[in-house]
């Protein structure tokens, strides 16, 4: 079992950044991958960004790609999520999730966070 708690969302203006945290507890961080997803209404969650167990190996979905950053820290079980350049069309609730597998993967996770609002108004 991996407990996943993000934080970190809120209302920002178009062109500013935030930064997300997921914190993992339950399995040594180290030996899992991490992933962050998002949801707005009506549509599925879609694939953002992950990153391996180590923290050696990255993915991107192309419209986040240059704009958003993954990244760990095994030290403090935390996973991030560096949001640069925010848009209108990245408002949603963003999730965190973890992967048994520990490698990078779109889809697959094995645990979720509850997820956080991030609000771009233009």
């Known amino acids: 079992q991996v407990l996943l708690v993000e934080s970190g969302g809120g209302l920002v203006q178009a062109g500013a950044s935030l930064r997300l945290s997921c914190a993992a507890s339950?399995?040594?961080?180290?030996?899992?991958?991490m992933g962050w997803f998002r949801q707005v209404p009506g549509k599925e969650r879609g694939f953002v960004a992950a990153i391996n167990r180590s923290g050696g190996s990255t993915l991107y979905a192309d419209s986040v790609k240059g704009r958003f950053t993954i990244s760990r820290d095994n030290a403090k079980n935390t996973v991030y999520l560096q949001m640069n350049s925010l848009k209108p069309e990245d408002t949603a609730v963003y999730y965190c999730a973890a992967s048994l597998g520990g490698v990078t993967i779109t889809s697959g996770y094995n645990y979720w966070g509850q997820g956080t609002q991030v609000t771009v108004s233009s």
């Open positions: 339950g399995r040594p961080f180290s030996s899992i991958a």
